[in-house]
Structures are given as structure tokens and as C-alpha cells.
């Protein structure tokens, strides 16, 4: 056995790995992460899919199609005159890679100042023997060897069956975010949060999409109000969504990509497009694991199979983030290690599934906490609803963004807040104000009995608690 012996072992270092590591070295364990992910030159780029290939290098370049988006088609509106607009994409792509950089850096700095081991490789189980043998398969091939072990390995975008991914032509979240010109025509297979966001990005950089959604409703998973209006918006745009479609054969070329599709109606067409990114969901990365090994239990989808606190089949060995059941989100990974950590010190870690945000950085951004209007219906549950537009708000109306509404549902009996449905400017901050109620069980009349700063979008919020009880000031 190895002579390098870790209280904690964890394996995959994005958000909910690298976050379990930090936790876990606080509460005094000697801690060991290993993560395979590699930057251009070879060294180590901690972070996962998050920090590498998701949500930071696509929130860069959201900010940076959006300033130019502006800057075209806003400023003028403003008093400022642009001439001459030109688009620099080597430039927005490298400052893209620069963000990227400072994440992977700033995990690499935080390892360090609360001494976590770092190993670069693919890590996998050997066998179980007093704790668990771990294979660093890296530079050099090493083992290692740890009393608890948590599995923070992720997923990986699910491919079009007959489309793979070949991030030239057919693309997965990796390709669309370093696309080295921008496409006269985009296609876009799948119309949820990774999709959207990306095919905002490249519209705003002149880019003509199409997106090809199979589900017959838009954003199936958001108050369907708050879709609708989103929906509205990214058609007024020109985003092109088809509902309702079945796509069929998919044709990658030297010219680009032809995607036969039968529309609603159960007419044939055809899509020539570019680019086509592929947005059709993600699976559990557990490829590699060697979970056989050890006995390690995975369900039908490769998930590995946790119970409410995130322990596996096996003693001592933990599973958090997109591995396991539960929506793949970032926070949700991160809020999952933090609990772990403090399970295996005894603590009694905690993770309320029912509290976690979501968020589309699209524009308006979309986000949500807590059930549906749609959800509440179908559990027969009495409730109020109360929206509030942004139109009706002061310092959205100076930001020059009125697009959208705040919507809150509260128990008809208690008035106790169920669900927040935002979409509009800054959707991404206000929600936090909700999460926090929630967590206190707070009613809608708190909302509405607190001050807020005037002028502020978050004064949607408070008008949005008052329309529960019809009494909106400023609507």
C-alpha cells in the first residue's frame, strides 16, 4: 500500500470536489483532491466543467456579446454615439480564457492556504483494504490511499444518437464557447439552460439560430407565466424556436451541418445551419471510476446511488454534485461537498433541495426558487399569486430594461411563500432575497412589510409580496 495516507480522499475537483476538499481541510482532516482536468499547456485547470467549460468562460461571454449587443442597438438611446463598431472575437475569446485562468488559479491559491494535497490525474479505485486504494493515473502513475473517499466526478454533455460530438461542426458546450468566427447560421438541438445561453451569445454577435426544442412547451420546467414571457422576448430578438419537433437525420460536412426535422404539424424539414450545438441534457460521469472494483452501486443512468445524505452503497464513500440524483447545479454540488464534510466530522451537514435557486443567464435572465404555479395545481394545493412587471419599476426604467415581472406564491391559509419566479434585469441577484425567506419559512406579508431602497429592482420583489394581498403601490 502507498505510504501517502489521507483521512479524506476526494476525487474531481470542480465545484462540489474542490469546495468538499477546502470543508474537509478545515475541519482538520488531511485531505487529498485529484482532478484529470488539463489546461493549454498541459498543468492542471481545477474547477471541473464549471470553472473550465460552463458556467464562468459562458457568463464572460454572455457579458461580452451583451456589451456589444448595447453598444449597436442601445446606446444611441442613451446619448452615445457609436461609429465604426467592429467586433474583436480573438480578443473576447482570450479575455474568456483569462477569466477562466484567475478561477483555476484562485482554486490552486485556496488548496494551498488550507493544505490540501492536490494529485493530477484520473483517480480510480484499486480495492478496499483498511479505507480504499485510490490509482492516480497522471504524469506518473501513483496510489494513494484514504479512510473516506468522496466522488465529485461530474457529468458530460449527452450526445445526439448518430451525431456525435466532434467540436468542429456538431458541438457540445466545449465547442460553442471557442467557435473562432462567428456563424452565419446557427442550430441549436435542445432549448434549455446551456442551449439558450449559448445561443444568445452567438445572436448577439451576428449570428441568424434556429433552435429545435422536442418538448411541445418552452422551459417545461418554469412557471409557465414567467416562460411565456420569457419565450416572448427571445422571439421579439430573433431567436427562431420550433416547438414540438422530431429530429431526424443529422449530416456534418466540410460546408456544415444538415439536420432533417419534423416540425409540429408533422411537416418534413430541413435545417442548414454552420454550427449546430447539441443541448439535449447531461449524463453522470462515472466512466473510468472502476466502481466494479469495490462494488461501487450505480443506477440505470450511471448515477452513482446515494441516500439523503449522500452516502453510497459502500461504507465511507460519499457521492455528491451531477454524479448523483438531483438537478445539476453548481451551488447544489458545492452546498452537497460542504454537507459531506461535515458528516464524516460528525456535524450534521444540510442540504434543503426544496431552497435551491435556478438560474438562466439569458437577457432577461430567468430565475426561480420553490414550486410552480403548474406544480401547485397538481398537488391540489391552495395558493395566491402576485406579479409585479418591471415595466413599473424606476430604476429598471433608467437601466433602460423593463422586460419581464417578479411573481411570488404564497400558501392561501398561511401565506407562506411557496415558489419566486423572476425573469428580467439582475433575475440572477434577486432571487437570493427569496432563498432566504424560504429558508426562514417566511410569509408574503414579510416581504411586503420590509424596507426596501428606492430606486432599486428589488423593490419588484416587495411590490410582487404585495399583489398577494392586492395592494401593489406603484401598479
Known amino acids: ?23 474537509a481541510a478545515q475541519l482538520g482532516f488531511n485531505v487529498a483532491c485529484i482532478d484529470e482536468w488539463k489546461n493549454a499547456k498541459g498543468g492542471p485547470a481545477l474547477g471541473g466543467t464549471c470553472t473550465n467549460i460552463g458556467c464562468i468562460p459562458s ?14 442597438h442601445h446606446f444611441a438611446d442613451h446619448g452615445i454615439k457609436v461609429e465604426g463598431l467592429s467586433l474583436d472575437l480573438a480578443k473576447m475569446l482570450a479575455r474568456k480564457d483569462a477569466v477562466v485562468k484567475q478561477n483555476n488559479d484562485g482554486i490552486v491559491y485556496l488548496f494551498k492556504k488550507n493544505k490540501v494535497s492536490f494529485f493530477h490525474g484520473r483517480g480510480s479505485f484499486v480495492k478496499a483494504a483498511d ?9 506518473a502513475e501513483e496510489t494513494i490511499a484514504g479512510k473516506h473517499i468522496i466522488l465529485a466526478t461530474g457529468s458530460n454533455p449527452r450526445p445526439l444518437p448518430g451525431a456525435d460530438f466532434d467540436e468542429e461542426n456538431i458541438l457540445s458546450n466545449d465547442g460553442a464557447l471557442r467557435i473562432g468566427g462567428v456563424p452565419k447560421k446557427m442550430g441549436l438541438i435542445g432549448s434549455g439552460v446551456i442551449g439558450l445561453e449559448m445561443g444568445s ?5 451576428g449570428s441568424e439560430v434556429t433552435v429545435l426544442e422536442a418538448l411541445p412547451t418552452f422551459l417545461g420546467a418554469v412557471d409557465d407565466q414567467i416562460a411565456k414571457e420569457a419565450h416572448k422576448a427571445f422571439i421579439k430578438q430573433g431567436l427562431k424556436i420550433e416547438l414540438g419537433v422530431k429530429v431526424g437525420e443529422v449530416k456534418s460536412g466540410k460546408k456544415g451541418v444538415s439536420v432533417a426535422w419534423t416540425n409540429a404539424k408533422g411537416e418534413a424539414q430541413t435545417l442548414e445551419v454552420d454550427k449546430l450545438i447539441v443541448s439535449i441534457g447531461r449524463v453522470p460521469n462515472t466512466i473510468g471510476l472502476n466502481a466494479e472494483a469495490v462494488g461501487l452501486k450505480l443506477d440505470e443512468r450511471g448515477a452513482i446511488v446515494v441516500d439523503d445524505d449522500c452516502r453510497t452503497s459502500l461504507p465511507n464513500v460519499w457521492a455528491i454534485g451531477d454524479v448523483v440524483r438531483g438537478p445539476m447545479l453548481a451551488h447544489k454540488a458545492e452546498e452537497e461537498g460542504v454537507a459531506v464534510a461535515e458528516r464524516i466530522a460528525g456535524q450534521h451537514g444540510h ?5 435551491i435557486p435556478w438560474v438562466i443567464y ?19 394545493r391552495a395558493y395566491k399569486a402576485g406579479t409585479f412587471p418591471f415595466m413599473a419599476n424606476g430604476r429598471a426604467r433608467a437601466l433602460g430594461d423593463t ?21 428580467g434585469p439582475m433575475a440572477s441577484e434577486l432571487i437570493s432575497e427569496a432563498v432566504v425567506a424560504m429558508e426562514f419559512k417566511a410569509s408574503a406579508e414579510d416581504i411586503a412589510r420590509i424596507c426596501h431602497a428606492h430606486p432599486s429592482l428589488s423593490e419588484a420583489t416587495k411590490e410582487a409580496a404585495l399583489a398577494i394581498d392586492k395592494r401593489t403601490l406603484n401598479f
Open 351 to 355: 442540504v434543503n433541495f426544496n431552497t
Open 403 to 423: 422586460t419581464g415581472m417578479v411573481k411570488f406564491l404564497a400558501d392561501a391559509a398561511t401565506d407562506e411563500i411557496l415558489g419566486v419566479h423572476i425573469v
Open 1 to 23: 500500500m502507498s505510504n501517502k495516507q489521507f483521512d479524506v480522499i476526494v476525487i474531481g475537483g470542480g465545484p462540489g470536489g474542490y469546495v468538499a476538499a477546502i470543508r
Open 59 to 72: 457568463k464572460a461571454l454572455l457579458q461580452s456579446s451583451e456589451n456589444y449587443d448595447h453598444a449597436g
Open 362 to 380: 439569458t437577457s432577461p435572465e430567468i430565475a426561480w426558487v420553490g414550486q410552480t404555479e403548474q406544480q401547485l395545481k397538481a398537488e391540489g
Open 131 to 139: 479505507g480504499y486504494e485510490i490509482k492516480v493515473a497522471g504524469a
Open 201 to 205: 451569445v452567438w445572436r448577439r454577435l
